[in-house]
């Protein structure tokens, strides 16, 4: 353990001098939040992860510190982080907005005809920008549909925005509502994106995204065609998973500065898995 430790101890002092972070104790929460999102970026599974986060916090208690996983952020990632199943092949890192860009470009090499690169430039982009968990874009299996399951009923567009009505919040009981803005980097925007897909898609109500077949689109082909993207951009596949958006999202709100509220309001967290009541 103690070895374990040190080298946790190590990397974290390797990874603020290669940042050019100020060596401040107690450690500031921002550095270890930089730390995991580091870790994760480089594919380590989240045991490692936690072993490090432990070093930095017994080291911190210690020494008289204030430990850093106390931190609003960085106690939801260590929930997180304990959540996760970690099989060997089976990681989450965060898809950056430079991921996200790489992977719009790659869709028409992986995809089988044009119309699932409009379904997947539309569904890789939604996730993204509206912080989408999993369950709420495609269905488990192909002929059942959860009830977290977005349908086009719930999908409204104008010319400037499309706002998504939510089967579920985790903030309350009440609908959550996310509204996507016109994005001045066309190739990214969610609503054009949108605007694209529905133009294309089958007319009947049903699941949101589905193939050209009306076929609701599945967890499994959503890994295989994300998966296959990154493969194609010499991306570490096996380190992505089906909440890598999700994650991504969080960490570009942490990154740019938002406040704890904004975070957790943006981000759709549990008060109670961060022990707030």
């Known amino acids: 353990m103690w070895q374990a430790y040190h080298t946790g101890l190590v990397k974290f002092l390797a990874f603020r001098e290669n940042m050019g972070m100020p060596p401040e104790w107690p450690i500031p ?46 106690r939801h990632m260590v929930v997180a982080l304990c959540q996760r199943d970690d099989a060997p092949r089976g990681g989450a890192a965060p898809v950056t907005i430079e991921v996200l860009r790489s992977i719009l470009g790659s869709v ?67 609908r959550f509502l996310i509204s996507l803005g016109l994005c001045g980097e066309t190739w990214v925007c969610p609503v054009e994106a949108l605007w694209n897909y529905v133009a294309a ?20 082909r959503f890994l295989a065609v994300f ?26 709100l942490i990154r740019s500065g938002y406040s704890e509220e904004d975070v957790m309001r943006l981000a759709r967290w549990p008060c109670k898995i961060l022990g707030r009541t």
């Open 29 to 74: 929460p921002y550095q270890s939040r930089g730390f995991v999102v580091a870790m994760e970026s480089l594919g380590l599974p989240s045991p490692k992860i936690l072993m490090y986060l432990a070093a930095l916090s017994y080291l911190s208690k210690l020494t008289g510190h204030t430990d850093p996983l106390e931190d609003f952020v960085n």
């Open 108 to 174: 028409e090499s992986v995809c089988s005809s044009q119309y699932e690169c409009l379904l997947f430039r539309a569904v890789f982009t939604v996730a993204f920008f509206g912080a989408l968990r999993v369950q709420e874009m495609v269905a488990e299996h192909q002929n059942w549909a959860q009830p977290e399951l977005l349908f086009l009923s719930d999908l409204q567009l104008t010319g400037e925005r499309a706002n998504l009505q939510l089967h579920t919040s985790f903030l309350g009981q009440e």
């Open 227 to 252: 998966r296959s993207s990154l493969r194609l951009l010499g991306l570490r596949s096996e380190c992505y998973g089906a909440h890598s958006f999700w994650l991504g999202t969080t960490v570009t």
């Open 201 to 220: 898609r089958p007319r009947g109500e049903g699941p949101l995204f589905v193939h050209s077949e009306g076929i609701p689109l599945t967890k499994r």
